[in-house]
């Protein structure tokens, strides 16, 4: 077997592949020194080819492949393993075929994915033992399946958390329960077009049956234009905020089929959109037998996710918030809608070309913007807001916020685009974020 990049991901898939006593080959971007446990991996026989992707390695003969999600799809020693045929799958499809069978639970969308898949967890934990969270969560899923011995241990409640980059390369994956939770331009420095970025995440329902549910959101035209052109195989449950549907909105409580579930001023977490991400999870939830005294009380007791519109601290009446995961525009826009007043907004970093029209339509929202990072110029050019602020990196962008505050105002970091000019990602960025204000207080 051939495991083409290693970070978290590819290390995970060697664990399994060695579990199952497969012949390995590691072929790394790399340097062999800067590998990290490089020589227990050579001592374990296998073998490694660093310092780039030779031709004459995918010539080879090989079972199959898996590919690091963050590899691009159509780098040409991608495209020449797949004009010979040879398979590639992502580490969540290769612990997916050699686990034993387990009740999956997959979303994908551009925004809301974190929070959602979290909640899911924290729900069923509330009536199940054996449940796990894993994917673009953060934890690889064969991971999971070494170390809780999936392998030969079956009835599992698995909720993940699915990219594009995932979807791209799942070809036997079937979980009882999926949703879309919305589709807006995102990784187009990545996928040949917007189109096919919409189409990817159709692959999330492809494997599932009419004993299945896939959950369609009634509010996204983007979804359901694309769902109309491949309808799942599955039952289909519908949600809405306004509009009639299996899951809604009634007397300002969450309904599900007609019952009461929870009332909107029990959640915790902020803005609409946090409401619809509480939908799915409900529906979810009873998609794998959960009683609805028990999905209530979870619900109820949810805190939010890390980097999602994150509460931070107050400091002299200014309430700081961490949307780090706002990688995209749609996120950042979400986080803007989530604040019944205007915001000091912190914008900025790796340029990945996305339009900031839909931003820039809400500056009546954004009370001063202060842009950082690689992109800052040209987010300030774009935005026109009338009270822009240009600082080299995020800890300036930070301290410039803090001298413009007054009491009652919101700092919001939502930056809108990837961490890649500063950061290493969008933890570590929402991490130093939240240090650099609690200096502040200090």
């Known amino acids: 077997m051939l495991v083409i990049g290693l970070a978290r991901s590819g290390k995970a898939a060697i664990r399994l592949l060695q579990k199952l006593n497969a012949s390995i080959v590691l072929n790394e971007a790399r340097s062999l020194e800067l590998i990290e446990n490089h020589q227990e991996y050579l001592d374990a026989g296998i073998e490694i080819v660093a310092n780039g992707h030779p031709a004459e390695l995918f010539e080879r003969d090989f079972d199959f ?3 690091n999600p963050g590899i691009n799809y159509q780098k040409e020693f991608i495209l020449r ?3 010979r045929k040879i398979e590639i799958l992502n580490e969540v499809e290769l612990g997916y075929r050699y686990a034993a069978k387990q009740n999956y639970y997959a979303i994908t969308g551009t925004n809301g994915k974190t929070t959602t898949v979290t909640l899911i967890e924290h729900i069923l934990k509330g009536r199940y033992d054996n449940v796990f969270l894993a994917g673009n969560v953060g ?3 064969c991971d999971l399946v070494v170390d809780h011995d999936l392998t030969s ?3 599992a409640h698995v909720v993940l958390e699915l990219s594009n980059f995932q979807l791209l390369d799942m070809a036997t994956f079937h979980p009882v329960a999926s949703t879309i939770i919305n589709l807006t331009p995102d ?3 990545y996928m040949v077009s917007l189109d096919e970025y919409y189409e990817s995440k159709l692959n999330i329902y492809q494997n599932q049956t009419e004993d299945d549910v896939y959950f369609l959101n009634k509010d996204d035209q983007v979804v359901e234009s694309y769902f109309s052109k491949k309808p799942a195989k599955s039952r289909v449950v519908t949600f809405s905020l306004e509009k009639p549907a299996d899951i809604a909105i009634v007397n300002q409580a ?4 007609g019952k009461k579930i929870v009332e909107l001023d029990k959640i915790k977490l902020v803005g609409a959109h946090n409401v619809q991400n509480v939908m799915i999870a409900v529906g979810f939830a009873l998609q794998a037998g959960v009683d609805a005294t028990t999905i209530a009380a979870q619900v109820e007791s949810f805190q939010g996710v890390a980097h999602r519109i994150e509460y931070v601290t107050t400091i002299a009446g200014v309430r700081y918030y961490n949307d780090s995961k706002g990688t995209n525009t749609d996120a950042t826009v979400t986080a803007i809608r989530a604040f019944d007043r205007p915001v000091i907004l912190l914008i900025g970093g790796f340029e990945k070309n996305l339009d900031i ?3 820039a339509a809400l500056n009546n929202k954004i009370k001063t913007l202060v842009c950082y990072g690689a992109t800052k110029e040209r987010f300030a050019r774009e935005m026109s807001h009338p009270d822009t602020h240009v600082v080299d990196d995020l800890r300036s962008a930070v301290m410039e916020a803090a001298k413009i505050a007054q009491d009652g105002d919101v700092v919001l970091l939502s930056p809108s685009t990837s ?8 933890i570590k960025r929402g991490e130093y974020f939240k240090k650099v204000v609690n200096e502040l207080g200090e």
Request: charged fraction near 25%.
């Open 254 to 257: 969450i309904h599900a089929f």
């Open 419 to 426: 961490s890649f000019d500063e950061f290493e990602s969008y």
């Open 81 to 83: 393993l797949k004009e």
């Open 65 to 67: 492949v898996v590919k």
């Open 139 to 141: 934890t690889p899923y």
């Open 153 to 155: 241990y079956s009835g």
């Open 187 to 189: 990784h187009l420095d």
């Open 357 to 359: 029209s839909d931003m």
